[in-house]
């Protein structure tokens, strides 16, 4: 059984910078999606960023400019740069890696990302 472990979460003024981490616990390849959502109290859980495995990225657009996605394949880690936070941004976000090739999603247990002054 993969486990997904996050960490880089935290409280955070608003204007400033986070790093998320999200790295799986043995090696799953480098042809899968990796990527992280968010929920937000109240809300339904939304796609922030994704990373396709032939390179490609996709993000939300209320995060464009500001969120940067990457990946380590050697460390089948999944990062998020969040800069300029807001606090709408605020809420627990999940790192996801979905293997095509097997049809199966891997979740992580979520790290909260609060921006509050």
């Known amino acids: 059984q993969v486990h997904l472990v996050e960490s880089g979460g935290g409280l955070v003024q608003p204007g400033g910078s986070l790093r998320l981490s999200c790295a799986a616990s043995?090696?799953?390849?480098?042809?899968?999606?990796m990527g992280w959502y968010r929920q937000a109290p109240g809300k339904e859980r939304e796609l922030v960023a994704n990373?396709?495995?032939?390179?490609?990225?996709t993000y939300v657009d209320s995060v464009k400019g500001r969120f940067t996605i990457s990946r380590d394949n050697a460390k089948n880690t999944v990062y998020l740069q969040m800069n300029s936070l807001k606090p709408e941004d605020t809420a627990v976000y999940y790192c996801?890696?979905?293997?095509?090739?097997?049809?199966?999603?891997?979740w992580g247990q979520g790290t909260q990302v609060t921006v509050s002054s």
């Open positions: 990373f396709s495995p032939i390179g490609f990225t």
């Open positions: 996801n890696i979905f293997h095509p090739l097997i049809n199966v999603n891997y």
């Open positions: 043995e090696s799953i390849g480098s042809f899968t999606t």
